[in-house]
Antibody, heavy 119, light 107 residues
Framework: EEHLVESGGGLVQPGGSLRLSCVASGFTFGTYWMNWFRQAPGKGLEWVAKIRMDGGERFYVNSVSGRFTISRDNGESSLFLQMNSLRAEDTAVYFC????????????WGQGTLVTVSS | DIQMTQSPSTLSASVGDRVTITCRASQSFSTWLAWYQQKPGKAPKVLIYKTSSLQAGVPSRFSGSGSGTEFTLTISSLQPDDFATYYCQQYTSYPYTFGQGTKLEIK
């Protein structure tokens, strides 16, 4: 069965950094585009970043561009999100998700990891 | 950025009802629209992709349609498991954007 499992969330002070990880199993990780999404408490979904299979293309939502970096290690079937200069408005559950082979909708999601930015 | 506006924000309905949720885009586009269902504390689940294609394993009571700036999700006969929050998402251009969500409640 196909699985994505996130980790690395926690409490961090404003201006701090955090690195999220997402480990894939049950499918050939290196053949899929991958994404990070987030959902602030009680709010809707927001797409954060996307990375090509080989890591050669990366895209970001404007609000995190320059502060967050998406990366991957296909040998370890892992996706990462390095988050720097964190702000209170970055507080959210962060989900990793896989693009479907046929297009950009996401057909496999992790359970999410909570990031809280607060002093 | 393409802004997606869903309506209604909340919908009260009964088991067996037919319901429609609408998503309007700030710019016209075709095809690359998805609908997700999310239950509290869970990850989203894709129901519809490419505007009208049914994701494998999703009941056929779910259907999608639309083009240009208006897209709809229809549930033909509500079942107890369908009470959840629904989101549309465009993936035609970056940044991908979602509607604000429609919470489907039991009447």
């Amino acid at each position: 069965e196909e699985h994505l499992v996130e980790s690395g969330g926690g409490l961090v002070q404003p201006g701090g950094s955090l690195r999220l990880s997402c480990v894939a199993s049950g499918f050939t990780f290196g053949t899929y585009w991958m994404n990070w999404f987030r959902q602030a408490p009680g709010k809707g979904l927001e797409w954060v970043a996307k990375i090509r299979m080989d890591g050669g293309e990366r895209f970001y939502v404007n609000s995190v561009s320059g502060r967050f970096t998406i990366s991957r290690d296909n040998g370890e079937s892992s996706l990462f999100l390095q988050m720097n200069s964190l702000r209170a408005e970055d507080t959210a559950v962060y989900f990793c998700a896989r693009d479907a082979m046929r297009g950009g909708e996401c057909d496999c999601w992790g359970q999410g990891t909570l990031v809280t930015v607060s002093s | 950025d393409i802004q997606m506006t869903q309506s209604p924000s909340t919908l009260s309905a009964s088991v067996g009802d037919r319901v429609t949720i609408t998503c309007r885009a700030s710019q016209s586009f075709s095809t690359w629209l998805a609908w997700y269902q999310q239950k509290p504390g869970k990850a989203p689940k894709v129901l519809i992709y490419k505007t009208s294609s049914l994701q494998a394993g999703v009941p056929s009571r779910f259907s999608g349609s639309g083009s240009g700036t208006e897209f709809t999700l229809t549930i033909s006969s509500l079942q107890p498991d369908d009470f959840a929050t629904y989101y549309c998402q465009q993936y035609t251009s970056y940044p991908y954007t979602f509607g604000q969500g429609t919470k489907l409640e039991i009447k």
